[in-house]
């Protein structure tokens, strides 16, 4: 096969194409994703690893932008290594290594956003790099290979209470936009809630709502779900979907949905419509029970399965760097 090599797509239109036939595709990797990412000020490449012969190892979108006397370089994700690549992972890894060119002071961190492979793993481990652990890098996850009657079970008793009672409530409507202009309008409704939500809150993130718009409403793995009471949008939530794993990915809401126990039923909703298409795990979006009770509270109430989230991996040439790095954000 001959030595692995990198090569520059980054605008061949068939990426999408491409990851979307592996087993650990996900939208991080994607060329929306990407085109998110470039607009808030990375500079993105998108990168195939092949062997000698041309046949494809891994494929990484990676991110960089300046900080201080160096670059932050990011990868989100990936590599999203193929079959043939999950038996030559440590290869993988060494020749972006030195694809990437990485300064004295540059800081790579890849971050598997939780389709982390065993062979990723090992050559994570291999090349030197440290994983970022914190009690904020948990999540909850639901099994959706149960039937809905064993699911419910398993439910807090007074979740499923409330639960029943948003179900028998007629002004309670879920809806799954679709069309473009529908899809649109959904996500103007979130961008209202959220920035309510995060004016109520007190809290903040880095999600850009302006820039995440257009790549939201067209990006065909994200499934919008809205609630309305009386015809009137009280919730979006926006899930990102692969074939076997869901993530609930975004959501936003007001005070009518508390008081409505639209939040229940909207994630019940999605949990029949996720098990329906033949997921077999629904992620609740990551848990703080500390810093954000409430939402903690809610999702145990479905779950109480929590796993350790795939960490971020922390690499740099320089390993007094690496260490203060790693010493840095573990502590966040």
Same mark, same amino acid.
């Given at each position: 096969?001959?030595? /692995? !090599? ?110 982390? %492979? ?6 994570? $481990? ?15 996850? $639901? ?9 419910? /079970? ?19 409507? !879920? ?9 649109? %309008?959904?996500?103007? !409704? ?5 920035? /309510? ?8 993130? %880095? ?108 690499? %740099? ?16």
């Amino acid at each position: 096969m001959g030595q /692995a !090599t990198v090569v520059d797509v980054t605008d061949d239109p068939e990426w999408d194409a491409a990851i979307w036939q592996q087993p650990s595709a996900n939208i991080y990797a994607s060329r929306r994703w990407g085109e998110y990412k470039r607009l808030i000020g990375w500079d993105v490449r998108r990168l195939s690893i092949r062997t000698g012969d041309g046949q494809a190892l891994a494929f990484a979108q990676v991110q960089r932008r300046r900080r201080t006397l160096g670059h932050i370089v990011l990868a989100q994700g990936c590599p999203i290594l193929t079959p043939l690549g999950e038996r030559r992972a440590d290869a993988v890894f060494r020749v972006l290594l030195d694809h990437l060119e990485l300064g004295r002071f540059d800081l790579l961190g890849v971050n598997y956003q939780q389709f982390q %492979s065993q062979a990723a793993l090992l050559a994570l $481990l291999g090349h030197g790099f440290a994983p970022v652990v914190t009690t904020r890098t948990h999540t909850l996850e $639901l099994d959706l290979t149960r039937d809905l009657d064993q699911i419910r /079970a398993r439910m807090e008793g007074r979740w499923r209470d409330e639960l029943r009672t948003a179900e028998s409530n007629p002004d309670l409507v !879920t809806l799954y936009p679709t069309g473009p202009a529908e899809r649109q %309008s959904a996500f103007e !409704t979130f961008s209202h809630l959220y920035a /309510a939500l995060k004016r109520r809150k007190g809290f903040r993130n %880095s999600l850009d709502t302006e820039a995440f718009r257009d790549l939201a409403a067209n990006d065909p793995n994200l499934l919008f779900l809205e609630m309305r009471e009386r015809n009137e949008p009280i919730l979006v939530r926006i899930v990102h979907r692969t074939a076997k794993r869901w993530t609930d990915f975004y959501l936003a809401s007001n005070a009518r949905a508390k008081a409505t126990g639209a939040g229940r039923l909207a994630l019940w909703r999605l949990i029949e419509r996720a098990r329906r298409e033949g997921a077999s795990v629904l992620d609740l979006g990551g848990i703080d029970p500390a810093g954000n009770p409430g939402v903690y509270e809610f999702k145990r109430g479905v779950s109480r399965n929590v796993v350790a989230a795939n960490p971020l991996w922390l690499y %740099s040439r320089t390993r007094l760097l690496r260490r203060a790095a790693t010493a840095v954000l573990a502590t966040r």
